[in-house]
């Protein structure tokens, strides 16, 4: 009898949740704000590459919640795009009718509007999980910084918008301040990606492995500047100058890239050679990437590893072969502009390979 009772109470104890536990939709909360990043920075990809950031000429918090609602209105969001943005209108717009702009207009205020209800879709679960008291003191930490993080970014989307707006030195906007609201994002998407699985995993069985860890987070800072480097070759239109692949395909025309025309790194629209350069380098990464993804990949594997980090290892691979082969696709179709569809999908596949490479490396964290 005395024995029944003891198997019962350990049998009990089992079952019983763990003390850092998040309930289940806390965790789904947590996955749907990671899943509206990812979305948010990708409109952010098309609304770039559809030359629709100078659309909106002002930074209007509340008031920009509502698009112009009759054709007057139009008119006059059309007309001040004409004048704030009056470079690209001229060099690349000056056929466009109001339409047109409407299109345009379309993209930046979706991506404006998709940040907005992303702060709604935060704010009232937030309210009630912290109501239920559902959130430990680690997560209510943790979400205090994304919610800082987000702000940053929001005011550097508009830096990066003003610096386009009321100048005749550029057709876009700069593509350094372009690569800080990108690098910011990134950060922002990884840090809720780590959060998610901070709350969704618990522990980890794979802490031992000190040196993959080590490996795991150089191989993490090699992909954020790879993607700063993509961030400037679409802030540059840099995959106009050698649509091709690989490199020795027109090489000539690379190398005459390279060395002609201005080396001003300020005022770069007019410069082939610093976005030869800039090509070069996005490129040359992207081989040292995915020599290193590939020798963990194999490294790993030799070892016994959990079926969670076997898993991520898997992922991290294929998804680092999805995205070289978009990379081939999106440089082999910028012929006149940059592929829409293809260079959208290679923005999103580099959110994706990050967050396959954090879960790897969670695997790692010690509790």
């Given amino acids: 009898m005395k024995k029944e009772v003891v198997e019962q109470i350990t049998f009990s104890k089992k079952k019983e949740a763990p003390k850092d536990s998040i309930s289940k939709a806390v965790q789904i909360w947590l996955f749907i704000g990671v899943a509206m990043v990812f979305i948010q920075v990708v409109i952010g990809g098309v609304t770039r590459l559809t030359d629709s950031g100078l659309s909106i000429t002002e930074w209007a918090v509340i008031q920009g919640t509502i698009p112009p609602l009759n054709e007057a209105e139009w008119i006059t969001a059309f007309e001040?795009?004409?004048?704030?943005?009056?470079?690209?209108?001229?060099?690349?717009?000056?056929?466009?009718?109001?339409?047109?702009?409407?299109?345009i207009y379309f993209?930046?205020?979706?991506?404006?509007?998709?940040?907005?209800?992303?702060?709604?879709v935060f704010l009232f679960p937030f309210l009630f999980f912290l109501w239920t008291k559902q959130i430990p003191n680690w997560l209510l930490k943790r979400l205090g910084i994304t919610v800082g993080l987000a702000a940053i970014v929001a005011t550097f989307g508009w830096i990066m918008v003003a610096s386009g707006l009321n100048t005749d030195n550029r057709t876009w906007v700069s593509a350094y301040k372009l690569v800080g609201?990108?690098?910011?994002?990134?950060?922002?998407?990884?840090?809720?990606?780590?959060t998610w699985f901070m709350a969704r995993q618990?522990?980890?069985?794979d802490a031992h492995l000190v040196n993959f860890k080590k490996l795991g987070w150089g191989i993490a800072g090699v992909l954020m500047i790879q993607i700063i480097f993509g961030g400037l070759m679409a802030g540059m239109r840099a995959g106009l100058v050698h649509p091709y692949f690989p490199f020795f395909v027109e090489?000539?025309?690379?190398?005459?890239?390279l060395n002609g025309g201005s080396a001003d790194i300020v005022d770069y629209e007019g410069s082939a050679s610093i976005k030869a350069f800039v090509q070069i380098l996005h490129r040359s990464t992207a081989y040292i990437l995915s020599a290193i993804i590939i020798y963990f990949f194999v490294k790993i594997r030799k070892e016994k590893i959990s079926n969670k980090l076997r898993f991520g290892n898997s992922l991290l691979l294929g998804m680092l072969g999805i995205q070289f082969l978009l990379g081939i696709l999106t440089i082999m179709n910028c012929f006149g502009r940059v592929p829409l569809a293809y260079g959208a999908m290679h923005q999103a596949g580099a959110l994706i390979l990050l967050a396959f490479l954090l879960y790897v490396n969670f695997q790692f964290k010690q509790r």
């Fill in 251 to 257: 090489g000539e025309r690379l190398l005459s890239a």
């Fill in 80 to 103: 001040q795009y004409k004048i704030a943005a009056k470079k690209q209108y001229e060099t690349i717009h000056a056929d466009m009718d109001l339409s047109g702009f409407k299109v």
């Fill in 181 to 194: 609201h990108l690098s910011l994002a990134t950060i922002l998407f990884g840090y809720l990606v780590w």
């Fill in 107 to 120: 993209w930046e205020f979706f991506h404006r509007f998709w940040a907005r209800t992303l702060g709604f």
């Fill in 202 to 205: 618990p522990s980890t069985e």
